[in-house]
């Protein structure tokens, strides 16, 4: 006979396995509906089943009748009509026994229309004990709403039973119950509650018939509480008559022993399976991170499980020696013996289950407390108290580990390659909108340009020979144009737009995870907008380096060919300019004669007909000023020719067009196409931006260190100097958004944190290393590209600057003779 585990004051039996018995009707079976033995226990057939009282043989006293060896007498069972097939004949599908059928003359079962046996109990009996005809009665159906109101009813006492079995739970539980004692209430709880979700009865029978089983429960279930409600009071009187046994404290420690080894098995798995994705390269940053951090936050809390189990071990008298002090074997042998029937639960569940532990465990102390002033229980109460915190931040812990995993409300992506592409759909998005408002800012700019110059009182504007004013006009445009797109991005959220994207974006993209809300996609596009503003400013603060260090060398250039010694020692001119050619006056005197003799010589027959010619028109620009022909070299400002070369450079390196613009949207769409095929990551794709910068660069570098021929007609030569720095212009400007990307986005610090702190200490050497080198080298390869070979279409600008010092001559001759109208005005009291 088995020995059930009855609960203290619940009516449901629990079965050796600590699982609720349920009946036939599929409820839990009441300790009322089984044959007890003199214990008060059921008695369990040879299946392990309770024996329903219903089968006993009972007394005059209504109890059960036992036989001299305690077993139970049963009924014996009618026999069942069988059918001529030799099966079982059915009545509602149930089997009929002998004497419940109505029978022939030849003893037959009696069948009616529907083929089944008529039971007698159906019928109405004369006084020779046969049937009596009877009128057919019009059978009555309940209306639907009669039907309803019994659905009700019952759903009424589902919900009812679950508040008061909840009641009694928690009543049990601040009372001071022990884990094993609300464990059945639990599975109760958890029964009652799955009864309230299960569907409505279908029929008027079974309605009727569920509301007197589930009355009958709702009648325990008050009685139960009924009885803990009294057990608060007797509390309430002698708060010593809870007080806990040695006993509950052995029980408390062996269950957190083996919420311990689960607890350490579950995180052992884990990082197993953490190892097995790190090998096969599947293993993703996000998830790592939640491994991680859920795997620390857990074994400090087993940790605390620990010492509090050796603690209560130590205070109940028990052995103090530990896992630590036992030998490989022994150690194998006490695993094997506790962790016999091992439960298959995940990290989140043990945790939990270590939580409630610690809970009691706090209860446990909390009650000791007070009641003795022994060090080691002083010292126990202390271990619980840090253990149930641990546990509880662990139960936290474990409770969102995924959230930042599984595609779940903000977080819409699994793999950050997703995420890298929707962003790169979004930024051409931008980029096309930036290209239409760029487009149209160029044009009402030269539409106004138009209109000034054509006023009476125009004055010619001299600042735009000037890289320094072009920067600002440049700066600001962009500033104006990333404006008005992000009034497009407002504009397109109240149109709709975007939710109509979340509506096709999967009839195109229906294998990879995209937001499924608008109110993302708004977020995300102020967000990348917020980026590419902070690109913007990025890369005009470099370029600003650049305009300085032209300035600086047109500042040199000129004072060395207008002999401006003052000038010269107060500020030198910088060796890593125009002084990598020239840095006296005598030696620029020289370099300016061998460019005039080097334009001679390029214009020879000696070199290419294509490149001749146009050596040819600068020597015909030259010879109209007399500048060759007849050695009115002082025509020719070469300080002036080298300063707007260099600004014409310096120029296309932060000016952004509409092409610029169309080229970046080229280039995202390209960087999405990476994502999605080959889930390639932006760090990648910034070390080819960085080798392409770095490869123009050197170009640069051995550009100027290289001393060609003048004759020279090769591809080198060949190539505007103007296309080259262009071309440097977009890795900077890409390397800019990245670097911004990187360094901006809180994901790169939490899931990349050595990478993105590497990110920011290279930027900051960037930063310091433009301006000291970079900067410099770019106009120093615009200086050397200005002399002979590279004469390809430079007489028209030959020609302008030409002019432009007979203008500042005719200029300086008015001002002489007309003073007073450029002389300040005096100052003027208000």
Known sequence: RLVPILLEDAAAIVG?????????????????????????????????????????????????????????RLRVPAKALVGEDGEPLLVDGKRILEGDALLSSDGKPILGINGEPIPRASLMLGKDDEPLPTPPVEEKKPSPEQLKAMQDKAAELRQEIADRTREIRDRARSSGEFEWQLAGIEDLLRHDEARVTKPKCATFEACELEIRRLANLAVARAEQLEKQMAKELEIEKNPDAIRPTEEDAKKLATQVQEREHEIDESLNDLEKEKEVLKKKGTMDPELEVEIDSTTTVVRKANNELHEVERAITKATGGSEESDEELSPEEKLEKKMKEEADQFEKDTKEMVKDGVSIGTIGKKLGDRMQGKSQEEKTTDLISLVVAADKDLEEAEQSTAWFGSNVVPTGPKWWRYRWEYSFVEALIICMLCLIAAFWQRVHDHLRMRLAKTVSDAPVFWLDHARHIALATWARMFWGELAVLLLTQMTVWVLAQTGFYRFIVQVQHLFLPDIFMPTDPLTYVALAYTILMQLTTTVFLFFILSLSVCYKALRNERDCKALEEYQHDELEKKPVAANMIGKFAQTVSEYAVLKSGWLEGVTRR?????????????????????????????????????????????????????????????????????????????????????????????IFVYMVMTVRKVRSVTDDSLVVRVSPFTMVASFQFPLFFLCFVTTRLIVSKWMWLYFFWYALLFFVLLTVFLAIFPTFIAPMIVAYLVKTSFPPHTYEVAPLVREVMEEQELSKLREELRKSAPQVYAPLPPQRL
């Open 16 to 72: 050796p396995d600590g699982d609720l018995v349920m009946g036939p009707d599929g409820e839990p079976m009441l300790l009322s509906d089984a044959i007890l033995d003199g214990e008060g226990q059921p008695i369990f057939d040879q299946d392990g089943k309770p024996i329903p009282r219903n089968l006993a043989l009972l007394d005059v006293d209504n109890n059960p009748i036992f036989d001299a060896d305690g077993a139970p």
């Open 603 to 695: 214009s020879s027959p000696s070199t290419p007909r294509g490149a001749r010619s146009h050596a040819r028109e600068v020597c015909e620009v030259l010879d109209q000023k007399g500048v060759l022909s007849a050695g009115n070299h002082d025509a020719f400002p070469l300080w002036l020719f080298i300063s707007q070369r260099v600004r014409m450079g310096v120029e296309t390196t932060f000016t952004i067009t509409p092409l610029v613009w169309l080229i970046c949207w080229w280039c995202f769409v390209s960087f999405a196409l990476l994502h999605y095929w080959l889930h390639v990551a932006y760090v990648r794709i910034s070390i080819l931006l960085a080798s392409l910068a770095f490869a």
